[in-house]
């Protein structure tokens, strides 16, 4: 299973970006090996609108089965959720822990967006 996270940074050790379409990196965790690749958002980061389903596509083409983060405004929300994505809201903390959590069924799917648009 290919599990994304929002990250401040490039490794399993950084901490989760709580933004989604303005987060600094996504980090792709495979669940099992825990290998993962830092992909860099800056193509977002700026954008003065949209940013959340631009980064929800980025979520989709990397085959991530769940996207772990802080916020996620409705318009993502409704990207990654059509597309099979499992979103999940209000984490904290670094990478790896949250991945960790996650595999222990320490954190739940969201039913919907937790903020609205344009959340920077």
Known sequence: ????????????????DPRFGRAAYFIIVDSETMEYEAVDNKQNFDLPQGAGIQ?????VDKHADVLITGNCGPKAFLVLEQ???KIITAAE???????????????????????EGHWA
């Open 93 to 115: 903390g670094k990478v790896k822990d949250i991945v960790l959590r996650y595999k222990n069924g320490e954190l739940k799917p969201a039913q919907g967006a937790n903020v």
């Open 1 to 16: 299973m290919k599990i994304a996270v929002t990250s401040t940074g490039k490794e399993l050790t950084s901490d989760m």
């Open 55 to 59: 980064a929800g596509k980025t979520i």
């Open 83 to 85: 597309a099979g994505v």
